[in-house]
């Protein structure tokens, strides 16, 4: 079982991160006592994945306070370079506040404080994705077959995983034979993580290019489809990976249920809908490196949007970790 994938390890005394930039073909790990090697592995996405960017960041403002010279000064301005990694991802902000209330506190042994904090929302992440694993086991008929796109996994988080953490569960409790993943582009999530991990779970996946879901869902092979999520607002509406969107109006078409899977602190209940989530855009390479020689051609302009909505129309059910919440959705 994937429990032993982990994306980040606090080993006492400095931050071990799987660099994720490197999967599938190399397990290397980033060892660090620095802030900013933090938030540049963010930006990067050698660490990536909603919940697992909060937990990272958790840990990045607990090693701005042991750097040398560090002063509360030094913290604030820890946060606020931490908060300018990723736009979309809700649970970043969500940590970055959290962290910000143990520095506003003062009171003696900051670094260790704030250590203590870090490691705790390391465990209640994982908390949540047994919670939601729980949760989701209900939403499953016998031996199904899902779709599923980007990472959504033990990589992804502090535990085992959002939508690919119940998918795990449910194919152990004999709910799901198998998973498709889809590619994921352009960064691959789904073809580098996504397989990865199913092969680490010895869980049967079968790749698909993110072209080929209408031909799978038209064609009856799969029962359901599962997403994690990067921001939802309070009327559902959900960002997650670009494609979701895609995968949700197929889904809609084709009568397969599909279910965005999400800790609580995904939701950010300071949006009324989807509209106000930002969107981050990602470098033009991302995309221009899939096709080699395009460098060639400087003239081509490329668009790069790194999430997409899903209102909340095409969504069939939450599993959060605090159960699960069907039409109609009142967060
Ligand atoms: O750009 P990424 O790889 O950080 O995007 C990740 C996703 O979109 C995931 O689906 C989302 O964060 C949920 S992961 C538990």
């Known amino acids: 079982m994937s429990a032993e994938v982990r994306a980040l390890v606090w080993d006492g005394n400095e931050l071990r991160i799987l660099d994720q930039r490197l999967l599938p073909g190399r397990t290397t790990w980033i060892r660090t006592r620095r802030m900013e090697t933090v938030a540049q592995a963010i930006e990067t996405l050698a660490v990536r994945g909603a919940p697992a960017i909060g937990v990272a960041a958790g840990y990045g403002v607990a090693l701005a306070a042991r750097e040398r010279n560090a002063t509360v000064a030094t913290i604030q301005s820890a946060i606020v370079r931490l908060a300018s990694t990723r736009p979309t991802g809700y649970n970043l902000f969500h940590v970055l506040d959290v962290m910000r209330r143990v520095v506003d506190r003062g009171g003696a042994d900051l670094p260790g404080r704030l250590l203590r904090r870090a490691i705790q929302i390391h465990r209640a992440d994982a908390k949540s994705c047994l919670a939601m694993a729980r949760f989701g086991l209900n939403e499953f008929g016998l031996e199904e077959s899902v779709l599923t796109y980007c990472n959504t996994g033990a990589l992804a988080t502090g535990g085992i995983g959002t939508a690919l953490g119940v998918i795990k569960h449910a194919f152990r409790h004999g709910r799901v034979k198998e998973v498709y993943a889809c590619e994921t582009r352009p960064v691959g999530q789904g073809a580098r993580l996504t397989v990865w991990e199913c092969v680490q779970a010895g869980l ?19 029962q359901r489809a599962l997403v994690g999520a990067d921001r939802i607002a309070r009327n559902g509406d959900t960002s997650n990976k670009i494609g979701t969107l895609s995968v949700a109006m197929l889904a809609y078409q084709c009568k397969v249920p599909f279910h965005v899977v999400a800790p609580i602190t995904t939701f950010d209940s300071s949006l009324r809908s989807g509209r106000g989530i930002p969107i981050e855009e990602r470098d033009p390479a991302e995309v221009l490196r899939i096709t080699p020689g395009l460098e060639k051609f400087p003239e081509v302009r490329v668009w790069n949007p790194s999430f997409d909505v899903t209102p909340r129309r095409f969504i069939t059910s939450y599993i959060t970790d605090s159960g699960v919440v069907r039409p109609p959705f009142h967060f």
């Open 204 to 222: 049967p996946v079968t790749l698909i290019t993110d072209n080929m879901a209408a031909a799978l869902m038209m064609s009856g092979r799969v």
